[in-house]
């Protein structure tokens, strides 16, 4: 067990690293972060940073011996690095984990291997597997590349042959996965953490609104019947259980209009639709992450409010922060980011009421006046 006072490193200096570092902090941890860039929102609260690329041998076998125990915030750290840094020193979650969760079609078969129902997929590789791709996902579907996609970024709806040729040249021709495009009616994710003991602590599930693909509002506890709820909570405890799981994931899931729950995709990391814990939870889904990679049983993940969790954009900029504040109700965090850039996550609120309906309605109208460029 690591207990308050040892060094926990966290590869990656973005915003999840920054509330890494910050929970870690509070707990009595100190903190190393590696980034290759100087100006990280994390580098800015953490005890000690490396500025350096993440396959970096100098800089890894630096932050092998300054910490106890290493963590990451997105998952495209490559392989070897974990690898590498593993065969130093504890590293959670696992370099398998993580690039299980960075190949969508792996991740896809480990999911249906554990009892998840994935939407119909197939592997396109090159042109002559878009037959074959077809008969099993039908049209409408999505096409998206196996790796590197994020916030709807890598991946196309495609209605026909003729536009699934357009999608594949696109997106570059590299390996993509083909997936039938499911009538959704509600999108939601559940949170859990796990230790090397095998012991869990699991989230309600929280209902996600995107916009423009990126996700806009986690509304949380999301607005499903109870069994569903439950079955979503169960398959995501299994699919970590299954993987010997150490660290702190999200499972994404669609209920579809028939009623389905369908896996979409897991985070090995914090999630943007956990940033609620930060306020309504009795364990913020980063002290989870420190509890875990240290050893220790996991927090309590029960839900003390209602809330709903909106992100601030770069495209909100400038912000009236008077009257975003003048809610009482409503918890302002911040990333540190200089610049506001369109579809940038420069910070969220979490808005908490004594019912969800109320915390809709109430973090709704914020939202639509704080941004100054609407006047
Ligand atoms: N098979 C699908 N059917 C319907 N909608 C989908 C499907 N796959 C993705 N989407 C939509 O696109 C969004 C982003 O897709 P996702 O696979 O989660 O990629 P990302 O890595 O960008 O989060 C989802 O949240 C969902 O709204
Ligand atoms: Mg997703």
New binding site residues.
């Given amino acids: 067990m690591l207990l308050p006072g040892s060094t926990l490193g966290v590869l990656g200096g973005g915003q999840l690293g920054r509330m890494f570092c910050m929970a870690a902090r509070n707990m009595g941890y100190r903190t190393v972060v590696l980034d290759p860039d100087s100006n990280s929102p994390a580098a800015e609260v953490a005890d000690r940073q490396i500025i350096a690329d993440y396959t970096d041998e100098t800089a890894l076998i630096e932050m092998a011996e300054l910490c106890d125990a290493i963590t990451i915030e997105f998952e495209n750290v490559p392989a070897e690095s974990l690898h590498f840094l593993a065969a130093r020193k504890p590293v959670h979650p696992s370099a398998e984990a993580v690039a299980l969760a960075r190949h969508r079609i792996q991740e896809k078969d480990y999911a249906k291997q554990a009892g998840l129902t994935p939407?119909a997929y197939s592997l396109v590789g090159r042109p002559s597997d878009f037959d074959a791709a077809v008969a099993v996902t039908g049209f409408p579907a999505?096409l998206?590349t196996t790796t590197l996609?994020?916030?709807?970024?890598g991946?196309q709806v495609v209605d026909d042959l003729t536009q699934l040729e357009e999608a594949f040249k696109e997106l570059g021709q590299v390996e993509c996965v083909l997936?039938?495009?499911?009538d959704?009616a509600v999108?939601i994710s559940v949170l859990l953490a796990r230790n090397s003991q095998g012991e869990v602590a699991c989230y309600p599930p929280a209902e996600n609104e995107?916009r423009n693909?990126i996700l806009h509002q986690s509304i949380v506890p999301a607005r499903v019947n109870s069994d569903l709820a439950e079955k979503a909570k169960a398959q995501a405890i299994c699919l970590a259980g299954a993987l010997q799981y150490v660290g702190i994931m999200a499972v994404?899931f669609?209920i579809t209009t028939e009623g389905q729950l369908v896996f979409?995709?897991m985070a090995p990391r914090p999630h943007n639709s956990g940033h609620y814990t930060m306020d309504a939870a009795v364990t913020t889904q980063f002290e989870q992450q420190v509890r875990v990679m240290c050893g220790l049983p996991p927090g309590s993940a029960r839900l003390m409010s209602p809330v709903v969790m909106i992100n601030l954009l770069g495209n909100l900029w400038p912000v009236d922060w008077a009257k975003c504040l003048s809610n009482p109700a409503l918890k302002l965090h911040l990333y540190g980011k200089s610049e506001a850039r369109q579809g940038r996550k420069m910070g969220h609120f979490n808005l908490l009421a004594d019912n969800v309906d109320v915390a809709i309605t109430a973090a709704d109208q914020i939202f639509q006046k704080i941004s100054l460029l609407s006047r």
């Fill in positions: 939407a999505i998206k996609g994020y916030d709807g970024k991946q997936e039938r495009k499911m959704l999108e995107h693909s994404e669609f979409n995709e």
